[in-house]
């Protein structure tokens, strides 16, 4: 078991879930229940999927877990492409979490490999 209040990969996924309930708060009102939800959703998914898989025993069971949250920013990226094609939310915002998924993805690859290799943490890294 893992701290997840100390990993990077957590405090990252938490300020793009907030970034991202921050943009879909301007998008159209019809979309309450549509995109906005899916978006939300995914983002919280993907902070919650790091920390439960922190939780659990072993380094198998945590990376099962990273490779579920990629999926939901995959998810995430995916949904953003919709916003950005509709053109919902400024587009400033939609950069910035476009930059911030993909930075996340980074950070999530880089910690499946190590924990993979079973070097869950490097001097002066904080990702495990």
Do not use: C, W
Not at 25 to 35: D, Q, V
Not at 60 to 66: G, M, Q
């Amino acid at each position: 078991m893992r701290d997840q209040r100390k990993l990077s990969v957590v405090r990252l996924a938490l300020d793009l879930a907030v970034v991202v309930y921050r943009l879909t708060a301007s998008f159209p009102a019809s979309e309450r229940y549509g995109l906005v939800d899916q978006m939300r959703r995914s983002a919280i998914s993907v902070g919650s999927n790091i920390a439960e898989g922190a939780g659990r025993n072993g380094d198998r069971d945590f990376l099962r877990f990273v490779h579920i949250a990629y999926g939901s920013a995959s998810e995430l990226a995916f949904q953003l492409t919709i916003a950005n094609s509709l053109g919902f939310g400024p587009e400033s915002e939609r950069a910035s979490v476009a930059e911030s998924i993909d930075h996340l993805q980074r950070m999530l690859n880089r910690l499946a490999k190590r924990l993979k290799s079973g070097r869950t943490s490097a001097p002066g890294d904080h990702l495990a």
